[in-house]
C-alpha cells in the first residue's frame, strides 16, 4: 500500500484549514503505523471539489472524504469465489430451499435461498444454523455403549451396536407383541416401544419409518420431533 505525503491544499470539508488536515493526517498515519492511504479533496477556485484518490462516500461535501488503510480494502465477503450449490433444508416438511457455499471442496456457509418461493431467502431459528449439521466440533462420529449400572461411555464397533439395536428391538417387540384383545379380536398391536423420529428427517425418510414401524413392527406409538 503507498502512502501520499503531499497534503498540501488539502481539505476534508471546506471549513477546516489547511494546518488542522495536516494535524488530522499525521494522527492517522500514527494509527495505521504509517500505511495509510489519505483520500482528500482538492480545493480549487471553482465551487465544485475533485477527488484525489478513490474513497468512501460521494462527492457531496456534506459527507466529507474518509482516510482508509490497505487493510481496508482488502477485506471481503469469505463467500466470494465459492460455488453455490442450491438445496434445501433437511428440517421440517416446508421445503425452505437454502443456498450451500462450497470453497476448496468444503461448505463454509450456508444461507437461504432468495430465489426459491416458498423462502424468499429467509431461515427459522433451526434452518439458521443448519450450517452445524455439517460443522460441528461437539458431533459425534463414533457409536458409543454406556453398559447398565456404568457411568462411563465406551466406543465401540458400528456393526456390534446395530446389531445390539436390531436384537433388542426383536426381544422387545416379542414381550409386548398382541395378536388378539380380550374380545378376541385381532389387532396386531406392540405397546411396550414406541418410535420418536427427529427433526432432521425428510418426508421419503419418514415414509420408510412410518411403513417399518407399522406394518413392519405393529408398533402403535409412532411421533416425531417436529410436532412436540
Known amino acids: 500500500m503507498r502512502e501520499v505525503r503531499e497534503m498540501q491544499k488539502y481539505a476534508l470539508h471546506p471549513l477546516i484549514a489547511d494546518d488542522t488536515v495536516a494535524q488530522v493526517a499525521d494522527a492517522m498515519t500514527n494509527i495505521f503505523g504509517g500505511d495509510i492511504v489519505w483520500a482528500g479533496l482538492r480545493q480549487t477556485e471553482a465551487p ?3 477527488f484525489k484518490l478513490p474513497l468512501f462516500g460521494t462527492a457531496n461535501p456534506a459527507r466529507p472524504a474518509q482516510p482508509f488503510s490497505g487493510r481496508t480494502l482488502d477485506k471481503h465477503a469469505r463467500i466470494r ?16 430451499a437454502t443456498q450451500i457455499h462450497v470453497k476448496g ?3 463454509i456457509d450456508i444461507e437461504g435461498n432468495p430465489n426459491s418461493p416458498i423462502n424468499e431467502g429467509t431461515l427459522c431459528p433451526k434452518g439458521a444454523n443448519v450450517f452445524q449439521l455439517h460443522h460441528n466440533p ?5 457409536a458409543k455403549y454406556r453398559a447398565p449400572y456404568s457411568t462411563q461411555w465406551q466406543t465401540v464397533p458400528l456393526e456390534w451396536a446395530l ?5 433388542r428391538v426383536k426381544e422387545t417387540r416379542d414381550e409386548g407383541y398382541r395378536e388378539k384383545n380380550e374380545d378376541g379380536e385381532r389387532i396386531n398391536a406392540v405397546t411396550n416401544m414406541g418410535s420418536l423420529g427427529g427433526a432432521t428427517l425428510d418426508n421419503e425418510e419418514n415414509y420408510l419409518m412410518k411403513k417399518l414401524f407399522s406394518a413392519g413392527l405393529q408398533i402403535l406409538s409412532i411421533e416425531n420431533q417436529a410436532r412436540i
Request: glycine fraction near 10%; charge should be neutral.
Open 48 to 50: 465544485m471539489f475533485k
Open 81 to 96: 469465489g465459492a460455488t453455490v450449490v442450491d438445496s434445501i433444508c433437511p428440517y421440517c416438511a416446508v421445503g425452505c
Open 105 to 107: 471442496g468444503e461448505v
Open 138 to 142: 461437539h458431533r459425534t462420529k463414533v
Open 163 to 167: 446389531d445390539q439395536i436390531a436384537s
